[in-house]
């Protein structure tokens, strides 16, 4: 009896060990939308402090084992990088549209006279061994605190108004016109054929997130692109479906070496109303509300990666983390699509972890998540959101983080 049960936990052990070393990729998302994570506002409009700012947040990743970001270089069809197709960023210069005063010296030397963030950024994380996932949003053209007047002159929304709608005081590309796809389709066939970059990523934000049972303003276009639907959710789903494919096949065709990432809303679907959906409780969803059809995604290898944003705690009665992510390795099992986990260091430091007892407030949340991914075979990476708060190191989660990857094997980039 006590060999036998020397046996069992040896090979329990030997399984532990096998799993510890598969989480490969090792991510941190750093957001530019609204200066959340770069630049900070004090450095909008002054490159060299840009510069330094960067070098800070990929340095300080690098130290603690993160071998990959998710930078966002177009949050609202602008561009944090030299684009033809849309105007620079008024969260990099402070003006849409606009390069500073430093750009109108010499037309022709543009990217000299400032400096191209994207390919700058690709330079400094390849010489840290930190991939670079570019990190687009589809849809999206202002925030609601940001009317239309910020947006520059030649801005696709000036010259193609029709191709636009507004939903609770936010503009996005109209998903149902085909115009949409071939833009977005451009845009990524752009970066991809002129960047070194390892991935396009997209998040969670394909149609926006319902308010206040106010109705989609899409009617229209379902009517003038009905393409054989008579359910308006359902031709919504297959406009994000459409888009998605085409961007993958533009993605293939220009490039075999880059990969085409999703991290979706942590829920597909509840078990409530899909019986293959996951037990969550979930007031929104992928499916339902987002019309993001991520299980289609995976099943026809459209996505390479899938990384769900599994933003609550372990044992959360209506979205626990356990429970999804055995969900998600369910869904990627037999497929060619890699999963990784998002998860929330910046959960640790929010007002009400502290104000009460609860699984962000009595522990590193993070650290008990991250040991049991290493318990899942099918999840391969993790993800951190966002880099400010990982970095400010709340329950010393960046400790944490650092001594788990200092116990498994480091992997080699393709640079290197």
């Not at 400032?114 to 687009?136: G, K």
């Not at 833009?183 to 970066?191: L, Y």
């Not at 991520?294 to 459209?302: E, P, S, T």
């Amino acid at each position: 009896m006590v060999k036998l049960r020397n046996i069992v936990i040896f090979g329990l052990l030997s399984f532990s060990v096998a799993v510890l070393g598969q989480i490969t990729f090792r991510g941190a998302w750093i957001a530019t939308v609204a200066n959340i994570d770069w630049p900070s506002e004090e450095a909008v409009g002054n490159p060299e402090l840009q510069k330094a700012e960067m070098l800070f947040l990929l340095d300080s990743l690098h130290s603690i084992g993160i071998n990959a970001i998710i930078f966002q270089v177009r949050p609202t069809a602008d561009a944090l990088y030299y684009s033809e197709l849309e105007p620079v960023s008024h969260w990099l210069t402070g003006k849409q549209g606009s390069w500073g005063v430093q750009m109108n010296k010499c037309e022709n030397e543009k990217i000299s006279k400032w400096f191209d963030p994207l390919e700058w950024t690709i330079e400094q994380a390849h010489a840290r061994n930190i991939e670079v996932h570019v990190w687009l949003n589809p849809y999206r053209v202002n925030l609601a605190k940001n009317d239309t007047s910020i947006l520059a002159p030649d801005h696709i929304i000036r010259r193609q108004p029709d191709w636009f709608w507004c939903y609770a005081k936010q503009w996005y590309f109209d998903p149902g016109l085909p115009q949409t796809r071939e833009w977005i389709c451009m845009v990524v066939q752009d970066i991809v054929q002129r960047y070194d970059i390892q991935a396009i990523h997209m998040d969670d934000y394909f149609y926006p997130y319902p308010v206040g049972g106010q109705p989609l303003p899409d009617q229209k276009t379902f009517e003038r692109y009905p393409r054989g639907f008579d359910n308006i959710a359902d031709w919504r789903r297959d406009n994000v479906n459409l888009a998605i494919q085409a961007i993958s096949e533009t993605i293939r065709e220009c490039r075999n070496d880059v990969e085409f990432g999703i991290s979706p809303f942590g829920v597909w679907r509840n078990a409530s109303v899909d019986s293959t959906g996951s037990a969550t409780r979930a007031g929104i969803t992928n499916y339902d509300d987002l019309y993001a059809d991520i299980r289609l995604w995976i099943q026809k290898g459209w996505i390479d990666y899938v990384l769900p944003q599994l933003y609550w705690e372990i044992g959360k009665t209506v979205a626990d983390y356990e429970i999804l992510a055995h969900w998600w390795a369910n869904e990627v099992r037999g497929t060619t699509c890699k999963l990784y986990i998002g998860m929330a260091p910046y959960r640790l430091e929010e007002p009400n972890a502290k104000a009460k007892a609860n699984a962000w407030s009595t522990g590193n949340e993070i650290a008990r998540q991250m040991r049991l991914n290493r318990t899942i075979p099918e999840i391969t990476g993790e993800c951190f959101y966002s880099t400010r708060p990982l970095l400010r190191n709340p329950r010393h989660v960046c400790d944490s983080i650092k001594n788990i990857y200092s116990e498994e094997e480091e992997y080699a980039m393709p640079w290197e």
